[in-house]
């Protein structure tokens, strides 16, 4: 059984998010989501996200696609996360391309091209202006 990795915030669930873990399932049998805690987002972006990540997990969590969820609780644990998880493959949208190569020792890491024109930035702008 081919299984395959990713992480994310997954806030303001939208149709990228959709696809990038549909086209991860497809690479393998089993898809294992890492949920970013809020306190990690407040870490990188300086906000917490609009979804807490109770509720980030409880939709993920739900989708066919994917087979078990867990909370990211930091960036630096990404090796840790794929060795506990026994991961054959790491699969991350193409904003993050070269970042993870490291992790090419334990795994596959492949990155996809992001859906154009959508992220929850721009969600976020809209709705501001709206
Ligand atoms: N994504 C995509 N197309 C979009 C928007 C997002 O393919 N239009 C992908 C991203 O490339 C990422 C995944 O969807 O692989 C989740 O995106 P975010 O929720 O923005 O995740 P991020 O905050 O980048 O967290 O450890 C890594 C981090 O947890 C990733």
Redesign the pocket.
Known sequence: MIKVI??????LF?I??L??LKRAKVMGDYLIV?I?TDA??FS?KQRYPICNQKHRMEIIQELKCVDEVFF?DS?EL?REYILAAKADIL??????LGRFDEFNDICQVKY?????????TELIEIVREI
Request: aromatic share 8%.
């Open positions: 990713t992480f994310g915030t997954f806030d939208h990228g998010h696809q990038i890492g970013s990690l987002n990188k990211e960036l990404k699969v991350m949208g193409d904003d993050w996809l091209p992001r859906t154009p024109a959508i992220s929850t």
